[in-house]
């Protein structure tokens, strides 16, 4: 139902785009959020859309270097992501949540969320 691509190797300070593509009946019911998950740790959210699919909600850490975006016409979500850290290294995935509360505002907790795309890889060098 999600399937995110646009994973690489990149050094600190360069930009990639991630996309997440979805069908229509996805992109149009469920809120649509990113996670990263670095080794290690447990999986952070990133940024998500609320169900209604007209406000992002950031992590406030990643406010102003991260921006998501969304093009209705290709059922997809993007994720700029500018200046980039070492510490972004991590599997990106976007998920989907079809939560109440979500039409509001999207949860930032992944067991709100009812299923993942595949997960693509960022790796920044130093």
């Known amino acids: 139902q999600l399937q995110a691509s646009g994973g690489g190797l990149v050094q600190a300070g360069d930009s990639l785009t991630l996309s997440c593509a979805a069908n229509?009946?996805?992109?149009?019911?469920?809120?649509i959020a990113w996670f990263r998950q670095a080794a290690g740790k447990e999986r952070e959210f990133v940024v998500g859309?609320?169900?209604?699919?007209?406000?992002?909600y950031y992590d406030d850490s990643l406010k102003g270097r991260f921006t998501v975006s969304k093009d209705n016409s290709k059922n997809t979500v993007y994720l700029q992501m500018n200046n980039l850290k070492p510490e972004d290294t991590a599997v990106y995935y976007c998920?989907?949540?079809?939560?109440?509360?979500?039409?509001?505002?999207?949860?930032?907790?992944?067991?709100?969320?009812?299923?993942w795309g595949q997960g693509t890889l960022v790796t920044v060098s130093s």
């Open positions: 229509a009946r996805t992109f149009m019911t469920y809120g």
């Open positions: 859309f609320s169900r209604k699919g007209d406000i992002a």
């Open positions: 998920a989907g949540t079809n939560l109440g509360s979500a039409v509001i505002r999207p949860p930032s907790r992944p067991q709100d969320y009812d299923f």
